[in-house]
Structure formats: structure tokens, C-alpha cells
């Protein structure tokens, strides 16, 4: 079955310093990955998704097949960035009929 | 551009009662998911509807049905309510084929 683990359900740090929120997956398949992004009083939004390896809003997230990982990752955090995260993924070339499965989502916190 | 919208925003019922909730897709987009979020927990996959049609299903009782009208709006049906229906219910559009998937801001369900 496939799971997607987020170990930290919060995750604390300074304005400026780096951050990363780790997700770990577990899939038979070729997975697609995500991370999902929901800020305060708003709606669950797509941050970034493995296949356009691109950044957005400064932070990226590298897919290590041999580690069944998806950190995502930002050198410096600005306040701004405090948000619920989510990691999902789904089954690649599938057109999501297998639905997104989720974490448990990290709460990330930045101190002025 | 419009977004993907959701009625209503919140809802009060009583255990074994049933309850439909609505959801149109954003502009352009043809497929619907639905998900359960328990609070505290990731969105978790209940449905997904393409072409009127139930796409593919998570692991949730017959109790949960839904469908998808010819201008890609949709409807989640739950019957004979528990407690633990209690959660916010996400709905999300994408493109067919396409795994990226935009949510609505959810339905607040209580079940006393």
C-alpha cells in the first residue's frame, strides 16, 4: 500500500535560517510527487510537483528514488513561509484516478 | 479565471442522517476528487469523477457516493452518518489524464 510519511508535525525556525521538511514514501509504482502548501484561513494549494523541477517561492524539492524521499527545502525562511505543508503523491502517468495520498502534514513555524 | 467552489461551508447534523455536498470544478476542468480531512490529519481519498462516472475510489464504505453532472459540478452523498463522519471535505478539480489537482476551501461537517 502506498504511505506517505511526514515525521515531523512541527517544525520551528528563525527568519533566515534554512529549512527543510522531510517526507518519506513508500510506492510499488512510479510515483508523482507533491508538495502541497495551506497558509492560515486559506485553501490547500499546489506549491510544487517533482516532475517540473522547478522553484517556487524559493524552495524546492528533489526526488531520491533510493531513499524513497522528497525533502523540500528553502535556504533562508522568511516569516511569510509559516504554513501547513503536505506531501503527496500519486501514481505517475495514472491522471490521478488513484486519487492523492497525503502525510499528516508538518506545521512550519518561522520566528521573526 | 474562476476556482474551484464549495457549498456549504458548514454543516450540523445528527448521527443516521444523510447529507449531500456540492462542489464545481474550476474553469476548464473536467475531473472532480473528493477527500476526507480528519482534524489533525492529510486530506484522504474518497472518490474520484470523470465523464459522470466514478474514476476510481479509496478505501471508504458504500455509504459515500457522489456524482458528476454534464457541467462537471458534483455532489458527495453520505448516508447513515456516524460520528466519526465528523471532518472538512475537500473537493479538488484537474484536467483528466493531468495529476495536479486545485482544491475548494471545504465543507465543515459535524455529526452529533
Known amino acids: 500500500a502506498q504511505r506517505v510519511t511526514q515525521p515531523e508535525k512541527l517544525l520551528s525556525v528563525f527568519k533566515g535560517a534554512p529549512v527543510e521538511l522531510k517526507c518519506n514514501y513508500s510506492?510499488?509504482?512510479?510515483?508523482?510527487l507533491f508538495w502541497y502548501v495551506q497558509y492560515s484561513r486559506q485553501r490547500l494549494q499546489l506549491l510544487l510537483r517533482?516532475?517540473s523541477r522547478e522553484s517556487i517561492k524559493g524552495f524546492t524539492a528533489d526526488l531520491n528514488k533510493g531513499e524513497t524521499s522528497f525533502h523540500l527545502k528553502k535556504p533562508f525562511a522568511q516569516e511569510e513561509d509559516s504554513a501547513m505543508y503536505y506531501c503527496a503523491l500519486t501514481q505517475y502517468s495514472g491522471g490521478g484516478a488513484d486519487g492523492l495520498t497525503f502525510g499528516k502534514g508538518t506545521h512550519l513555524i518561522i520566528q521573526p | 479565471e474562476t476556482g474551484v467552489t464549495q457549498s456549504p461551508t458548514h454543516l450540523i447534523k445528527t448521527r443516521g442522517q444523510q447529507v449531500t455536498l456540492r462542489c464545481s470544478s474550476q474553469?476548464?476542468?473536467?475531473?472532480v476528487s473528493w477527500y476526507q480531512q480528519a482534524l489533525g490529519q492529510g486530506p484522504q481519498f474518497i472518490f474520484q469523477y470523470y465523464r459522470e462516472e466514478e474514476n476510481g475510489r479509496g478505501n471508504f464504505p458504500p455509504r459515500f457516493s457522489g456524482l458528476q453532472f454534464p457541467n462537471y459540478s458534483s455532489e458527495l452523498n453520505v448516508n447513515a452518518l456516524e460520528l466519526d463522519d465528523s471532518a472538512l471535505y475537500l473537493c479538488?478539480?484537474?484536467?483528466?489524464?493531468?495529476?495536479?489537482?486545485?482544491f475548494g476551501a471545504g465543507t465543515r461537517l459535524s455529526v452529533l
Open positions: 517533482h516532475i
Open positions: 510506492y510499488s509504482g512510479s510515483p508523482e
Open positions: 474553469s476548464g476542468h473536467n475531473t
Open positions: 479538488a478539480s484537474s484536467v483528466a489524464g493531468t495529476p495536479s489537482q486545485y
